[in-house]
Every structure is written in C-alpha cells, then in structure tokens.
C-alpha cells in the first residue's frame, strides 16, 4: 500500500509513498520512548534555542514550503508563504515564553504544582494547514519536555515527511519528532500501543468520536478540533466596507477550507441589501485558478471527494429553498475547482444548514434584530469561533457574552494566534491548543507538599 500525493489543480498523481511496515513502525515507537527519557530532563533554554533554530529553518524555506503546499493541497502560493511564517512565529513564542509558563507555581508556603510532560504525543493532523497545523501541536508539545508522533493527512505525505527533516535540522534529537507514513486506518494500533500516552486530533466531528473513544478505553488525554459552523454577524454600526472584506477575506481563504472561516454571514435588516450587493460584487471578484500562479486568489479544493461533497450540499441547499446569488456549479477546469458562492434564505430548520461547508460557500441570513442574530448564530451543534462587527459597546459586551463559542472577535477576523488558547465547545471538541492551555495540554500538573514550610 502507498500513500499517494495528487495535485489539486490537475488531478494528476504527483508522488507515491510507501506506508511503514508494522516492524518499522515498532522501531519509531521505540526512538521515541527512547528520545523521551532524555528530551525531557533537558534544560529549558536549550528546548528553546532549538525552537529558535526551527523558527529560522521556517522563515528561510518559505517559498519550498508554499510550493509544496500547493502541489499537494492546493493553497495559493503567498497564502503558503504565511503560513511557513506563521509557523516561524509560533517558535519565538514559545522559545521566549515558554520557560515561564512552566515554572513552578507556589501556592503557599508549603506547596507548589509543577508541571511535568506526559510522554508521546500521537499528533492527528489534517491537510488544510499542512504545516500551521502541526506546528501549533508539536511545538508546545516540545517545549513541555514531550516528543511527538505525526500521522499526517493521507493526501499530505510529503509535508509531513519535509516537516520531520526540518526539526531534526533545527537540533532536535531523533526520535523527538517522527513522521509516520501510516494510513487511517492505521490510527486505532497506534492509540492503543502502551508506548503513545496522549492524542492531539484536527478533523471531522466523526474522526472525533473516534479517537476520543479509542484513546478513552486506555484512559488517554485527548486535545480535540473538530471543525465549525461560525458565524459572522454584521450589525449597522459597523464599517460595512471592512466588515464584507473581513467576510469575503475569512469565507475564501485557502479555497473556504479553514475550521474557522466565516461560513455562515448574518447580516442585520437594516444592511442586507446593501452588504448583500457587495459582498456578490466581491465574491465574483476573485481570481480562482492554479495555486503556483502568483495572480490567484482562491485555488481548488484539496481532493475530488471535498468537491463532490461541496456539490451535493449546495445542490441540497437549493433543493430546501435557498436562493443561489453567485457561483454554485464546479468549473470547467483540470482539477477539482469550485467558484466563490454566496447563497441566501436557506430555512434554518434544514438539514444541510446543521452542516459543515468546507469550501468557498457562504451562507447568509437576515436577522431582525441582535437578539435574532445571536440566536442564528447559535443555532448549530459547532460552537468553534465566531465574530461580530459593531462600533457599539452595548452589543459587542452582549455577543461576548451570548455568543457559544472558543474564541469571539470583535470587528477582525478569525484567527488562531500563539498568545490565545485555540478550541471550541459543543462538536467543535474539547481542549485547547496554543497560549499557556496549549502548553499545558499535555503535562501532569504535578502537587507537591512539604510537612515543613518550603525554605526560601
């Protein structure tokens, strides 16, 4: 069996991997129990040079990385070009932070907590971020005295392979962090094997329920992701020009496939017309094509069974009463293109609106009022991200407040960053990755006390 590599924007097969063997997945088991037991009594600052090393490694393969992303998942080349700087950044954060998030905390004179690292992380993770993704796991992960496992996306062989080269070359000890080649169907084995101790999964809500099942019958810890339905409300306060870029920006971006990508706009009575206009103008705007021309803006989507599972939905999207404003049908082009599409008045009690688009599709509702707007907002079994766009203080304290979310942003859009814990609540999953919550994902917060006040 071989994991295979197939270039979005052809349909062409690119690359060929072979999957490991069960005796060469042993041998990574045991490199990394065995990486384990030294990497983890190493002295913080030298985890942080090393994280400093990685993070110069990220910046100067900039433009590697973007083409590699393109060629395997499809993101426009300067969308990649960030994201290999974004990875760079996550580095310094943690090489400067890191350390003082872990120190010892007194609680009184006689005890302290510390926080040790649990072990092997089993990082799951997906193909729409192929680096950003891994990074924001694997590095705090690393800086905690953990080593790290990566099973990477079926179709994102190669990213994953680059990515284990470039943190052996940044100095991290073999065994640190491993690649492995391994299907799907792969995962349960490795959950279950003794020498994993915790799971970090990105994916689908069913991919979810599976993984916290299997690692929950080895009493296992588990960091979930599991994807969103976020909403993005603009009231008449706001500034509606910043406010529709905000949208069309968040909605499209590496094609529409982002967990927190403003999937659902809720526009206010009072704008609708005039937001919907532009944000039709905007959509048919877009420069949709190959992911290596430097021109294009929103490039195809990363595998043939997401567009024809974007195609069914719009089609039954229109089949429950939605109006198709713009877009709505696949391309004529090699690949597995999809065009910018905005469809509005989908009743709220369909099916298909309870679902996930993983695409360039929005969908738009008119709200009466903020309250009406907040309770379509949170209307969804996700509760991941969610953003608003006011100038008024009332009602921005309100959505704060209202809105069932992991994070809410205040006229900006989403977007996972070092500093801030990054998770959401109902399907959306459970845990946090990144800011401190994300270091400490995957550490035993260890109390200690003494008989005797501690000696100062």
Same mark, same amino acid.
């Given at each position: 069996?071989?994991?295979?590599?197939?270039?979005?924007?052809?349909?062409?097969?690119?690359?060929?991997?072979?999957?490991?063997?069960? %005796?060469?997945?042993?041998?990574?088991?045991?490199?990394?129990?065995?990486?384990? %037991?030294?990497?983890?009594?190493?002295?913080?600052?030298?985890?942080?040079?090393?994280?400093?090393?990685?993070?110069?490694?990220?910046?100067? +393969?900039?433009?590697?990385?973007?083409?590699?992303?393109?060629?395997?998942?499809?993101?426009?080349?300067?969308?990649?070009?960030?994201?290999?700087?974004?990875?760079?950044?996550?580095?310094?954060?943690?090489?400067?932070?890191?350390?003082?998030?872990?120190?010892?905390?007194?609680?009184?004179?006689? %005890?302290?907590?510390?926080?040790?690292?649990?072990?092997?992380?089993?990082?799951?993770?997906?193909?729409?971020?192929?680096?950003?993704?891994?990074?924001?796991? +694997?590095?705090?992960?690393?800086?905690?005295?953990?080593?790290?496992? &990566?099973?990477?996306?079926?179709?994102?062989?190669?990213?994953? /392979?680059? *990515?284990?080269?470039?943190?052996?070359?940044?100095?991290?000890?073999?065994?640190?962090?491993?690649?492995?080649?391994?299907?799907?169907?792969?995962?349960?084995?490795?959950?279950?094997?003794?020498? $994993?101790?915790?799971?970090? *999964?990105?994916?689908?809500?069913?991919?979810?329920?599976?993984?916290?099942?299997?690692?929950?019958?080895?009493?296992?810890?588990?960091?979930?992701?599991?994807?969103?339905?976020?909403?993005?409300?603009?009231?008449?306060?706001?500034?509606?020009?910043?406010?529709?870029?905000?949208?069309?920006?968040?909605?499209?971006?590496? =094609?529409?496939?982002?967990?927190?990508?403003?999937?659902?706009?809720?526009?206010?009575?009072?704008?609708?017309?005039?937001?919907?206009?532009? &944000?039709? /103008?905007?959509?048919?705007?877009?420069?949709?094509?190959?992911?290596?021309?430097? #021109?294009?803006?929103?490039?195809?989507?990363?595998?043939?069974?997401?567009?024809?599972? &974007?195609?069914?939905?719009?089609?039954?999207?229109?089949?429950?009463? +939605?109006?198709?404003?713009?877009?709505?049908?696949?391309?004529?082009?090699?690949?597995?293109?999809?065009?910018?599409?905005?469809?509005?008045?989908?009743?709220?009690? +369909? =099916?298909? =609106?309870?679902?996930?688009?993983?695409?360039?599709?929005?969908?738009?509702?008119?709200?009466?009022?903020?309250?009406?707007?907040?309770?379509?907002?949170?209307?969804?079994?996700?509760?991941?991200?969610?953003?608003?766009?006011?100038?008024?203080?009332?009602?921005?304290?309100?959505?704060?407040? #209202?809105?069932?979310?992991?994070?809410?942003?205040?006229?900006?859009?989403? /977007? %996972?960053?070092?500093?801030?814990?990054?998770?959401?609540?109902?399907?959306?999953?459970?845990?946090?990755?990144?800011?401190?919550?994300?270091?400490? =994902?995957?550490?035993?917060?260890?109390? $200690?006390?003494?008989?005797?006040?501690?000696?100062?």
């Amino acid at each position: 069996m071989r994991l295979v590599t197939i270039n979005p924007a052809t349909g062409q097969t690119v690359r060929t991997y072979p999957e490991l063997t069960a %005796s060469e997945i042993n041998t990574k088991l045991e490199a990394a129990r065995s990486a384990f %037991s030294k990497h983890r009594l190493s002295p913080l600052p030298e985890r942080a040079e090393k994280l400093n090393r990685l993070a110069a490694l990220f910046d100067a +393969a900039q433009d590697e990385l973007s083409r590699l992303a393109a060629l395997e998942m499809g993101k426009p080349l300067a969308q990649g070009r960030a994201e290999a700087a974004k990875c760079a950044d996550a580095c310094c954060y943690y090489a400067e932070h890191g350390a003082t998030m872990l120190r010892d905390e007194r609680i009184d004179e006689r %005890s302290f907590v510390r926080h040790d690292p649990l072990g092997v992380v089993l990082a799951l993770m997906p193909w729409n971020f192929p680096f950003w993704q891994v990074v924001r796991c +694997a590095v705090p992960a690393l800086m905690a005295g953990n080593v790290v496992l &990566l099973k990477h996306a079926d179709n994102t062989p190669q990213c994953g /392979a680059r *990515l284990e080269d470039i943190f052996l070359h940044a100095g991290f000890a073999p065994g640190c962090f491993q690649y492995l080649a391994v299907p799907v169907t792969g995962v349960k084995a490795l959950i279950d094997d003794s020498r $994993v101790d915790a799971v970090s *999964l990105t994916g689908s809500v069913e991919a979810g329920r599976q993984v916290a099942a299997a690692a929950g019958a080895r009493i296992k810890p588990v960091v979930l992701e599991l994807g969103g339905s976020d909403p993005c409300i603009i009231l008449p306060s706001a500034n509606l020009k910043e406010a529709v870029a905000a949208a069309v920006q968040s909605r499209t971006q590496n =094609a529409g496939q982002s967990c927190i990508a403003a999937k659902r706009i809720i526009v206010h009575n009072a704008v609708y017309d005039q937001v919907t206009g532009a &944000l039709v /103008a905007a959509f048919q705007a877009l420069q949709v094509g190959d992911p290596l021309a430097p #021109e294009t803006e929103v490039g195809p989507i990363a595998q043939a069974r997401g567009l024809e599972a &974007l195609e069914r939905q719009v089609h039954d999207a229109l089949q429950a009463g +939605a109006t198709l404003l713009t877009g709505g049908r696949r391309l004529d082009l090699p690949g597995f293109f999809f065009p910018p599409t905005l469809l509005a008045g989908l009743p709220p009690e +369909a =099916a298909v =609106a309870r679902e996930e688009f993983f695409g360039p599709v929005a969908l738009l509702f008119r709200a009466r009022d903020l309250g009406h707007a907040l309770a379509i907002a949170n209307d969804t079994s996700f509760g991941l991200a969610a953003s608003i766009w006011t100038r008024d203080d009332a009602e921005q304290q309100r959505a704060i407040a #209202e809105l069932e979310a992991g994070q809410v942003f205040i006229n900006a859009v989403v /977007a %996972s960053s070092s500093e801030l814990p990054f998770g959401g609540v109902k399907q959306s999953g459970y845990g946090r990755e990144l800011g401190v919550a994300g270091l400490r =994902a995957f550490v035993n917060a260890k109390s $200690v006390r003494f008989g005797k006040p501690v000696a100062s």
